[in-house]
């Protein structure tokens, strides 16, 4: 079992950066592929990216990609997301998610083993 807690969301200005962090409970975490993904309101969830278990292996999804960094330290049982150049279409609840495997576009799991509850990320204008 994992548990993961995101913290690191607020409000910030266009153009602004957040670094995300979610931390795991269990002690099988380096064991896990680590992802985001984002919720804006009445929208889909949506992929933003990967982190392999050793972290030498990234994925990230064209709309974030070149404004996000996905980061893993096994020791501290964390991984960050750190986001740059945000715009207001950033604005999301973002979560963090641990899988076994690759992510799928299968709602409700997307191909995860344990979600967060999500941290709110909001852009302004």
């Known amino acids: 079992q994992v548990q993961l807690v995101e913290s690191g969301g607020g409000l910030v200005q266009a153009g602004g950066s957040l670094r995300l962090s979610c931390v795991a409970s269990g002690r099988t975490f380096s064991t896990y592929r680590m992802n985001w993904f984002r919720q804006a309101p009445g929208k889909e969830r949506e992929f933003v990216g990967t982190?392999?278990?050793?972290?030498?292996?990234?994925y990230y999804a064209d709309s974030v990609k070149g404004r996000v960094t996905i980061s893993r330290d096994n020791a501290k049982n964390t991984v960050y997301l750190q986001m740059n150049s945000l715009q207001p279409e950033d604005t999301a609840v973002y979560y963090c998610?641990?899988?076994?495997?690759?992510?799928?576009?299968?709602?409700?799991?997307?191909?995860?083993?344990?979600w967060g509850k999500g941290t709110l990320v909001t852009v302004s204008s």
């Open positions: 982190i392999s278990w050793s972290g030498d292996n990234t």
């Open positions: 998610a641990a899988g076994q495997g690759w992510w799928t576009r299968k709602p409700p799991d997307y191909g995860m083993n344990y």
